[in-house]
């Protein structure tokens, strides 16, 4: 069949994209990093060296002392004086963790020790995952209209043609989440963390709200952090928030692509069902003429994700 | 519809398997006659805040339940490494606590930049050669994010920060198109099944309860047991462990303290440059799997309220339709009564009337109610239609409750007028 062997080429088309893709950024990042990293580990070096010569630990013991030291601090336990009276796990701590695995952002800084933990983590996130994914959606659903439909209603009535004003909003849309997700809380975030800078804050900020979650910045864990247990509850907030933002971006960007022709252009495969999707246009049916094949022929399709999506799991949520 | 559209092939070819809808019953918001109307349904705040608060409550469970589960072990691990902080000053008594301290503290910094302190040098490998770096970026644009690895240049992380930027949707693309793949495969295995289940009579429910077990049994077997076999063998780690492994990574939600591959490559560099691809490539189409198996609890999720709000619906429906049936013939009823009583009451003012006037008694008899009601007997067989006219309301009223009736309350209907009727009942 003509489709599948089609779907097929493009498949594989994509994968090589995809590894070429993969492999230049992995050529990129070693050579920036690496130096860096020679760099520490030779500072390391001479500071082992250093301790070893002016003191009279051997080196096994040194090494035996260290291996126990990094396990601790793998799982988030640290030796160090000032840092004994916070737990990772009183209450507070424990929401942001249980948050940070309904999310699948997945920070990493504290993780399960006991393998009841473990477990009880496997089970938890199974059942969390979806279930949060389905209430951001629900409130996506429920925003969208105040944040998307009205204005583009407000931006056709003053003038603009159909397609013009969905792309003017999106832009809008992009620019306003922009200041309020990524600007403003990246410079909030670097007054109360001490030690980070504001690149460092915006950078915690995308990798957060991108779900990746890598873990080397994680608010509230520094030591003698004031009204802890607020500061994390309040970051939990804003991930939420976050978000629910992210996915309202790219469902109207997923809408607009709609809009453009852009899930035809790319002919991927369509699903044919109309119960799932929601029927809501993003732009006014009785003006818009030219666009009005476009819209009734998708209307009754839901076409399958060209992309754009943060996560694997928001595929097709719009 | 509870399980995913797998069972049918020719949709299976061009269909948006696995199937990843979260979106709960979509409300029209306008219609094109109506420009730019409100048409917001008040059901639809009421439900969101009820997930919503269900969401909440879900967080602070799991929270409670991990400081439960966690708390202890973190303390015995504090008291450990406390004293071994406290041995090691001890036995080496020319350390003072503070040069500890400060070498413990550039220890950490720098595991925390992914150097390894421990062991010498010369047989370190570097955590950014290339095909570490090829993972690091496959963990960034799967949103994995594992953090054993991660840019620590203002370079690099500017540089991550676009990377990712434009490489999460190449992956999504990518993803959709690997799970349409897996669901056209699967989907054609499925017929095959499916023709031989037909043959057993069995209704269409059960063939897709079947196919969603054994698409949840073969994906399992496939993407989560053999890994976890293999690395159970290869890395070391307990059952557990792996499972654990498998699970926070196919869920995207890659915390880190476990990664396939970390070990160092001093042994076998060859064997590692093998493995770590065909971790990479596991990872891809797990993720699909898991993307499809996520959406499916997503789905039943989403049946189960639906189907909940149908009940709660219908079982408004029904209450409210109950309760106007019961009002509608009760307010006949008391039509009817009120009608009856009056012309009871014209007829046996009438006959006292006659009665008075022949046997000249002239004082006036209050209707009092128990005496109504010893006229009324009497004037049972002389009425007989009332009785008969009576009964089929009131039989109608029983058949619904009679307990509806007792429990009237006092403005309806008159007490003594329902005992009335359930004596001539």
Known sequence: MHSVGRSWLLLTGFILFYVIYLLFGALLFSSIERPVEDKLRNEIEALKREFLNQSCVNDASLEHFLVKVMTANKYGVSVLRNSSATSNWDLASSMFFANTLVTTVGYGHTTPLSDTGKAFSILYALIGVPFTMLVLTACVQRIMYPLVLAPVCLLQRSGLEPRPATVVHFLLLMVLMLLCLFVAPAAVFSTVELSWSFLDGFYFCFISLCTIGLGDFVPGTQPGQVYRPLYQVAVIVYLFVGLMMMFLLLRTFHKMADLHGLTSFLQLPRCEESDLGDRERIVEGANADQAASYLTEKEASKPLEPGSQPSYNTINTS | ?425
């Open chain 2, 1 to 425: 519809m509870a399980t995913p559209d797998l069972l049918d092939p020719k949709s299976a070819v061009h269909n948006s398997k696995p199937r990843l809808s979260f979106s709960i019953q979509p409300v029209v918001l306008y219609t094109p006659e109506d420009e730019c109307d409100t048409r917001t349904t008040v059901m639809r705040w009421k439900t969101v805040s009820a997930i919503f608060f269900l969401v909440v409550l879900y967080l602070i469970i799991g929270a409670t339940v991990f400081r439960v589960l966690e708390q202890p072990h973190e303390s015995s691990q504090k008291l450990a490494i406390l004293a071994e902080k406290l041995d090691f000053l001890a036995m080496h008594a020319c350390v003072n606590s503070s040069e500890l301290e400060d070498l413990v503290k550039q220890v950490v910094s720098a595991v925390r930049a992914g150097v390894n302190p421990s062991g010498n040098a010369s047989n370190q490998t570097s955590l950014w050669d290339i095909s570490s770096s090829f993972f690091f970026a496959g963990t960034v644009i799967t949103t994995i994010g594992f953090g054993n690895i991660s840019p620590h240049t203002e370079g690099g992380r500017i540089f991550c920060i676009i990377y990712a930027l434009l490489g999460i949707p190449l992956f999504g693309f990518l993803l959709a198109g690997v799970g349409d793949q897996l669901g056209t495969i699967f989907g054609k295995g499925i017929a095959k099944v499916e023709k031989m289940i037909v043959k057993w009579k069995v209704s269409q429910t059960k063939i897709r309860v079947i196919s969603t077990l054994i698409f949840i049994l073969f994906g399992c077997l496939i993407f989560v047991a053999l890994p976890v076999i293999i690395f159970k063998h290869i890395e070391g780690w307990s059952t557990l462990e792996s499972i654990y492994f498998v699970v926070i990574t196919l869920t995207t939600i890659g915390f880190g303290d476990f990664v396939a591959g970390e070990k160092g490559g001093s042994e076998n560099p060859e064997f590692l440059n093998y493995y770590k691809p065909v971790v990479w490539f596991w990872i891809l189409v797990g993720l699909a799997y898991f993307a499809a198996v996520l959406s499916m609890i997503g789905d039943w999720f989403r049946v189960i309220s639906k189907k909940t709000k149908e009940e709660v619906g219908e079982f408004r429906a029904h209450a409210a339709e109950w309760t106007a049936n019961v009002s509608a013939e009760f307010k006949e009823t008391r039509r009817r009564l009120s009608v009856d009583i009056y012309d009871k009451f014209q007829r046996a003012a009438s006959i006292k009337r006659k009665l008075s006037s022949e046997l000249g008694i002239n004082q006036e008899m209050t209707p009092g109610k128990r005496s109504l009601s010893t006229t009324l007997c009497e004037d049972r067989e002389a009425y007989p239609n009332l009785t008969l006219s009576l009964s089929p309301v009131t039989g109608t009223l029983s058949r619904n409750g009679s307990l509806y009736l007792n429990g009237l309350s006092p403005d309806y209907a008159d007490r003594r007028e329902i005992a009335i009727i359930e004596h001539f009942n």
